[in-house]
């Protein structure tokens, strides 16, 4: 069966639907869906809403109403076949009586399977798997990272010079990067459930953690704030520690512990925004799904790198990235890096965090 234009540009609308809802659904997928009418028109669109809300299909079938008979569903997630806090999309869609759906991503899951079987039980044609790469690494991500390795997926974000120095040889560390670059770490932060800091950043830097919109103001969602202080370290006025999101200290044992713990805690988006040393301990776990650099054009000579000891003592043993995206942020540079190879080094340190 052929897949139309019509339904590949719907189809990148649904990701994009997903995307901007991410940090809001979890533990739930954060799914798009795009309803057209039978004449190919758009007719309505739709999110997953926070748990216990509205699953995207229904969401773009209300907004569609009448137009959906005998048009397409584009869905970057199969519909769910199963009850839980919300009926099953399949249903819905059948009794909207759409004549087609377009499904990007095959639902993972034992319990919410059987969507797919569903609808063309009743009549309906399925087309499955229509750009599910795109998908899997876009809003689906997160939550397939859960299903398949039961942790949340982290995002390693970090602020640098050009020669990869993080804070001068004094500890200064404000501003590294411009105003561009700073309001995109807010805008990073707002899609993300947790943001973990270790200790010694929680000390030194005294952060807030919290996530401000445009005009300087605290947005209406703040992720869970978390700091890794296994030695008690972190101040009682520490600004973490003020009512403006909330916070769990944790003294995980390492980043694998850490990690279960927030899963438990239903975070799928981890926000890892500490210094070397932390990031050092995920990365030579390979826990880190992603980096988000920011490169700002500023030379120091001297001072902490961007990531402590690896345990990497040749270039044939290097940790290597994709680069997935380079956008200019006003004088700084943003680099999206995605691992091809983890280092499989030694086990984090117990200290430093």
Do not use: Y
């Amino acid at each position: 069966m052929t897949v139309l234009d019509r339904e590949r540009a719907a189809m990148a609308r649904a990701r994009e639907l997903g995307a901007s809802v991410l940090g809001t659904t979890s533990p739930n997928p954060a799914v798009g869906a795009v309803v057209l009418a039978a004449d190919g028109t758009v007719a309505g669109e739709g999110a997953t809403q926070p748990a216990g809300g509205a699953h995207a299909e229904v969401r773009a079938l209300a907004a569609a109403g009448e137009r959906a008979r005998g048009g397409t569903a584009v869905v970057t997630l199969e519909p769910c076949a199963h009850t839980g806090r919300t009926g099953p999309c399949a249903d819905a869609l059948i009794a909207a009586g759409v004549a087609r759906v377009v499904v990007a991503v095959p639902e993972p899951t034992e319990l919410a399977g059987g969507g797919v079987d569903r609808l063309r039980a009743a009549g309906i044609a399925v087309e499955l798997g229509v750009e599910q790469a795109e998908a899997e690494l876009g809003a689906l991500g997160p939550w397939l990272t859960g299903v398949r390795e039961h942790r949340p997926q982290v995002i390693w974000k970090v602020a640098a010079t050009l020669d990869g120095r993080v804070a001068a040889a004094d500890g200064s560390s404000r501003w590294i990067t411009g105003e561009e670059a700073r309001a995109a770490v807010h805008r990073l932060r707002a899609t993300c459930d947790a943001v973990v800091v270790g200790s010694g950043t929680a000390v030194t830097d005294d952060p807030q953690l919290t996530v401000r919109d445009a005009d300087g103001r605290d947005a209406d969602r703040q992720p869970l704030r978390v700091v890794v202080d296994r030695r008690g370290r972190l101040p009682e006025h520490a600004r973490v520690l003020d009512d403006a999101a909330p916070t769990v200290v944790s003294r995980a044992a390492d980043p694998a512990a850490l990690l279960a713990e927030l899963f438990d805690r239903d975070v799928r988006r981890v926000l890892l925004e500490g210094g070397p040393t932390l990031a050092a301990a995920f990365l030579r776990a390979g826990l880190v799904d992603e980096a988000v650099v920011h490169l700002a054009p500023k030379l120091l000579g001297a001072g902490p790198s961007l990531v402590g000891d690896l345990g990497i003592t040749s270039i044939a043993g290097a940790l290597s990235f994709e680069t997935v995206e380079i956008l200019p942020l006003g004088g700084d540079v943003q680099l999206r890096l995605r691992p091809t190879r983890h280092t499989g080094g030694r086990q984090p340190d117990r200290e430093g965090s």
